[in-house]
């Protein structure tokens, strides 16, 4: 067994308890629920550790802890990251692509420019990450926390984010084609000319969302939440928007050509200069 001041990749290639350890300054024979303890403990402080552009591809690492490692550029592909930790971690340009992080703990961590095509990060903690310009096309992201991240200019397409939190998220320009948002929450979030072509939003929570110029032609709002959206010169053309609550939404300007508002509530919604006849209006709630 390698430890003490043992090069980190060759410790890593041990497996997650030998890293754990070595990472939290353990003695070799501790059990691992001191490793737990250790990690848990307040002060306790896991060693600086650099393993920028190390080839780690389909490596079975489930568990291990990589808090404020830097992994710039490292090769990740196919690798098993259950549950671990990378809280404040840079993985800048990093290739995660088809990588199972399941239970995976970002928080704060850099992601600009990284690839995770394919990747599986149900329930991830993905708090305040940054994620510009990173690549998660066809990533499940099911129930995962991205509150407050940074995903200006992601590629997010045909990813699937059901129950997804992203309040106060930064999308703007970010690529959301035929994307799945199903019950998301998205209160706040930034979504300048964003691109929904086709997404789905099913009863998504979209209220007070910052909206101008967003692209939703065929997109699917039904039942969704858009109270006090500002929704200034969007495009929602050819999009389902039955049942959907626009209360207070700003649609000035906004393409509402052959969308469907049957049910819809535009209560106080303005519609100033929008692209909308007079028979989609009449298929909304009454206005009292």
Same mark, same amino acid.
């Given at each position: 067994?390698?430890?003490?001041? @043992?090069?980190?990749?060759?410790?890593?290639?041990?497996?997650?308890?030998?890293?754990?350890?070595?990472?939290?300054?353990?003695?070799?024979?501790?059990?691992?629920?001191?490793?737990?303890? +250790?990690?848990?403990?307040?002060?306790?402080?896991?060693?600086?550790?650099?393993?920028?552009?190390?080839?780690? +591809?389909?490596?079975? =690492?489930?568990?291990?802890?990589?808090?404020?490692?830097?992994?710039?550029g490292c090769d990740l592909r196919d690798a098993d990251l259950t549950g671990c930790s990378?809280?404040?971690? @840079? =993985?800048?340009?990093?290739?995660? @692509?088809?990588?199972?992080?399941?239970?995976?703990?970002?928080?704060?961590? +850099?992601?600009?420019?990284? @690839?995770?095509?394919?990747?599986?990060?149900?329930?991830?903690?993905?708090?305040?990450?940054?994620?510009?310009?990173?690549?998660?096309?066809?990533?499940?992201?099911?129930?995962?926390? =991205?509150?407050?991240?940074?995903?200006?200019?992601?590629?997010?397409?045909?990813?699937?984010?059901?129950?997804?939190?992203?309040?106060?998220?930064?999308?703007?320009?970010?690529?959301?084609?035929?994307?799945?948002?199903?019950?998301?929450?998205?209160?706040?979030?930034?979504?300048?000319?964003?691109?929904?072509?086709?997404?789905?939003?099913?009863?998504?929570?979209?209220?007070?969302?910052?909206?101008?110029?967003?692209?939703?032609?065929? +997109?699917?709002?039904?039942?969704?939440?858009?109270?006090?959206?500002?929704l200034y010169s969007a495009n929602l053309s050819r999009a389902s928007c039955r049942r959907?609550?626009?209360?207070?939404?700003?649609?000035?300007?906004?393409?509402?050509?052959?969308?469907?508002?049957?049910?819809?509530?535009?209560?106080?919604?303005?519609?100033?200069?929008?692209?909308?006849?007079?028979?989609?209006?009449?298929?909304?709630?009454?206005?009292?």
């Amino acid at each position: 067994m390698m430890y003490g001041d @043992s090069d980190p990749i060759a410790v890593l290639r041990q497996g997650a308890e030998i890293w754990n350890r070595w990472r939290l300054g353990l003695p070799p024979d501790s059990e691992a629920l001191a490793v737990l303890d +250790a990690l848990l403990a307040p002060g306790r402080r896991p060693r600086p550790v650099e393993l920028r552009g190390v080839v780690l +591809a389909g490596l079975p =690492l489930a568990g291990a802890i990589f808090t404020e490692a830097d992994l710039t550029g490292c090769d990740l592909r196919d690798a098993d990251l259950t549950g671990c930790s990378f809280v404040r971690a @840079s =993985l800048d340009r990093a290739d995660l @692509s088809g990588a199972r992080l399941p239970g995976v703990d970002l928080h704060g961590a +850099a992601l600009s420019g990284a @690839s995770l095509v394919g990747a599986a990060l149900p329930s991830a903690m993905l708090g305040r990450a940054s994620l510009d310009g990173a690549v998660l096309r066809r990533a499940s992201l099911r129930a995962a926390d =991205l509150t407050r991240a940074n995903l200006t200019g992601a590629d997010l397409t045909e990813a699937d984010l059901t129950d997804a939190n992203l309040a106060g998220a930064e999308l703007p320009s970010a690529a959301l084609h035929r994307t799945t948002l199903c019950r998301a929450e998205l209160c706040r979030a930034n979504l300048a000319w964003v691109e929904l072509h086709g997404a789905n939003l099913t009863e998504a929570n979209l209220a007070r969302v910052e909206a101008v110029g967003a692209e939703l032609v065929d +997109a699917v709002l039904d039942r969704a939440c858009l109270l006090g959206a500002n929704l200034y010169s969007a495009n929602l053309s050819r999009a389902s928007c039955r049942r959907a609550c626009l209360v207070g939404a700003r649609l000035p300007e906004a393409d509402l050509s052959d969308a469907d508002l049957a049910g819809a509530d535009l209560l106080d919604a303005d519609l100033a200069a929008a692209k909308v006849t007079a028979a989609q209006i009449a298929r909304a709630r009454p206005l009292d």
